[in-house]
């Protein structure tokens, strides 16, 4: 059983940045893909960006040049480097964990609020 927890959402004007972090409890395997995803109010979630294993990134279109995600396995944390904040990134973050032991499994955290006011 893994556990995922959100840090470092918040208030912040237009053009300004955040960090969101994620630290995760529990068995990760190796063969694992670091996710994370928003949603907006009336909106789906959505993708933002993900990291694997390898090291390998993709972000949303709307993220690119502007958020970075990294992780750090010596703490068991990802992180979502969030600059030129934009009123339209405005929504709940989450992270997600797939990881591929016997077979698939999907964690998620709980959530953090990010607003961006303009």
Do not use: H
Not at 13 to 31: D, E, K, M
Not at 43 to 52: D, H, M, S, W, Y
Not at 54 to 78: E, L
């Amino acid at each position: 059983q893994v556990q995922l927890v959100e840090s470092g959402g918040g208030l912040v004007q237009a053009g300004g940045s955040l960090r969101l972090s994620c630290a995760a409890s529990g068995r990760i395997f190796s063969f694992n893909v670091l996710r994370w995803y928003r949603q907006a109010p009336g909106k789906q979630r959505e993708l933002v960006a993900g990291i694997t294993s390898g090291g390998i990134t993709n972000y949303a279109d709307s993220v690119k040049g502007r958020f970075t995600i990294s992780r750090d396995n010596t703490k068991n944390t990802m992180y979502l480097q969030m600059n030129s904040l934009k009123p339209e990134d405005t929504a709940v973050y989450y992270c997600n964990i797939a990881t591929m032991g016997p077979r698939l499994e999907n964690y998620w955290g709980q959530g953090t609020q990010v607003t961006v006011s303009s």
